[in-house]
Structures are given as C-alpha cells and as structure tokens.
C-alpha cells in the first residue's frame, strides 16, 4: 500500500531516514511524502544540467562548457573538493550500516554543497561549469542507488546517457586546507548579514552607503599563547587531540593567565577562546590551533567581492571595501570594530553617506 502511494523508492528513503539504533524505527509518511518531491526534483535537475530533450528551451541552464576550465574560479575547486568528501562520507556510513547518516551526506549534504555553489555562481554572475554539474547528478545517483535503486538507475541510464555499469567512484584525496578555506567563506558569509543587522541599528534609520570588512592575519599574543598550550598539550598526547577537560586545565594552570601572569586580564576570555577552537579542532582537526590560517582569507574574499556586496542584504547591493589589517597602519573606521577581527573571523561596519 505504501509504495502504490509514495512509490518503492520514497519508501525506501523514509525507511533509511527512520534510524540506525536499536530502537523500533518509525515510518513517517511526512518523510516519504517528501522524498517523492526531492526525487523528481532532483531528477529534473539532472534533465536541466544535460539539456534534455524535455527540457523546454527557457528553462535550460546557461553553464560554462564542460571542456573549459574546471579550477577558474574558487569555488569550482571548493565545490568539486565537496563532492570528494560526501562521496567518501557516504561509503563510510553504508559501510557501517548507517543509513540514516549516509542519507544525510549521500542526499541532503550534496543538495545543500550544489545550492551553496549554486547560490554563489547566481549572486557573482558567474554560469555554473557544466561539468561540475554532471559530476554532481552522477554522485546524486550513484550515493542513492543503494537506498533508491529505481533512481539512480533512470538518472543514470535515461537523463545522463551512461551506458557503463553504475560503479561507486575510486576514493579521493580531500584537500583540507581548501575545505576550510570555504568554510571560512561560507561562515563569513553568514556573520556578515549577522553583523549587517546590528549594524543598522546603530545608524539609526539611515541607509547605509557601504561597508568596511575587516580582516586579519595574525592572532594577538594572549590568543597565540592559547595556541601554544594547545597544540603542547596535543604533542604530549602523541599528536592526537586531548580531551577539553584537560586542556581547559592547562590553560587555567599556565602561568601566563595567572594573577602575576603577563595576560592576567585574558584570562577568562583564553578559556573561552580555548573551548572554542577546542570545538574547531575536533570539526577540522589539529590545524585549528595553528598560528595563522593554511589560505589567505583576503584573496578569498577578494574573489567573492560580488557575492558579498549582494547577499549581506537581500534585494541591494552593498559597496564593501575589504580592509586587510596586516597592510595598514590607520585602517578607516572605529577601531572598537576592527580590533575585534582576528584570522578566520571577519568583522563589518557600516556607514551612512556623509551629509
């Protein structure tokens, strides 16, 4: 009855999402309602990026050829680095038997790498590279089929034309270092419509006539201090992360944030700051507590100049200027803002135009 209703492959999906414990899973019709809609949906995509037939000519997607470059910008590298790490994702949690974790990087992890890069191709005036896209619709079907066979296989037969067995993909190096770099893209992205909100407030009606983006390269010592004691806490631990607990420890016990200590005044912002990349180290790694970032965040920004100035407010483009703070001596703007910068976290103001 309930694949006459939602189909074999919907079922299949609500099933997988119920849950890996050894709890009584529970179908949801909610879920399987849903997946219906993200199959087709995700099928017609498909149909758009290889200019399928049925596809009426107003709603092809206007790409970049496949034979052109795949690394011209950022976020092509970022996006492709992506779809490695999902991929590999993926076979860990099939393998294991986590089907509800491998749905999650398998379906909605890809989905949601695709709008991000999707999103950024839109607001820079940028076409999406058509091979990237391919790449995508082919790992679409590929993670899916073990839970959505009926899709994988029309998405890989009849929309990309494939005519080789359906095989997953060889395992990939994912560069770490460019994962983090567009992280720190997309979470700049966020704090700076964050930023943008307060920011208003402080203008009091005005509209605002641009912004400075504030930028820095190198910690303050207290913070670089903080750093030290991790990564030594980590080296005596066999190059591997110690628990919070004890480097929340060493950080209360080091005498450098004591009551004698040369950052006594920091001490309880380094606990802070300690737990914080704690929390960092254990999402990327031990690279969290180096002194400064394995990417220039300037460039970074730099290159998505346009998709910041548009998507900091919805609707309007925004003038920013990016201010790099290692390169100025007397950077514009109060200094209660740009003193709080620091590598990997941007900071914003705005300003009205002069009266």
Not at 126 to 134: F, N
Not at 163 to 186: C, E, H, I, N
Not at 234 to 246: D, I, M, R, T
Not at 272 to 280: I, L, N
Request: proline share 5%; charged share 25%.
């Amino acid at each position: 009855e309930a694949c006459k209703l939602y189909s074999a492959d919907a079922v299949r999906f609500a099933l997988a999402d119920a849950g890996d414990s050894l709890e009584d899973a529970n179908f949801e019709r909610k879920r399987a309602d849903g997946a219906v809609t993200m199959l087709f949906v995700e099928a017609e995509f498909a149909r758009r990026v290889v200019n399928h037939e049925s596809v009426p000519a107003k709603d092809r997607l206007a790409t970049r050829a496949s034979s052109s470059p795949r690394d011209a910008y950022f976020v092509d590298r970022a996006f492709s680095n992506e779809l490695v790490a999902l991929i590999d994702e993926t076979r860990s949690c099939y393998e294991a038997m986590r089907w509800r974790d491998g749905i999650q990087a398998g379906a909605f992890g890809l989905q949601l790498a695709r709008d991000a890069y999707r999103d950024w191709c839109a607001r820079s005036d940028v076409p999406m590279h058509a091979g990237l896209l391919k790449d995508y619709c082919a790992a679409a079907a590929i993670l899916l089929a073990p839970v959505c066979p009926h899709f994988g296989h029309h998405v890989w037969r009849d929309v990309l034309g494939e005519t080789k067995p359906m095989a997953w993909p060889a395992p990939g190096v994912v560069d770490k270092a460019l994962q983090r770099s567009y992280g720190f893209l997309r979470g700049t992205a966020r704090s700076l419509r964050l930023d943008a909100a307060k920011e208003l407030k402080a203008l009091k009606g005005k509209a605002p006539a641009g912004g400075y983006v504030y930028v820095a390269g190198t910690y303050p010592p207290w913070r670089k201090a903080v750093l030290a004691r991790a990564r030594a806490c980590c080296a005596a631990n066999g190059g591997q992360l110690v628990e919070k607990k004890a480097l929340l420890g060493a950080l209360k016990g080091d005498p450098a944030f004591g009551k004698e200590g040369e950052f006594a005044k920091q001490a309880k912002l380094a606990m802070q700051f300690g737990s914080f990349q704690y929390d960092y180290a254990a999402e990327v790694g031990l690279g969290a507590f180096d002194d400064v970032l394995p990417f220039s965040q300037v460039d970074v920004l730099n290159e998505s100049k346009l998709y910041f100035s548009k998507c900091i407010f919805s609707g309007s483009v925004l003038d920013i200027t990016i201010v790099d703070l290692d390169a100025t001596d007397s950077p514009p703007g109060p200094e209660k803002k740009y003193a709080q910068a620091s590598p990997g976290k941007v900071t914003m103001h705005l300003f009205a135009a002069a009266a």
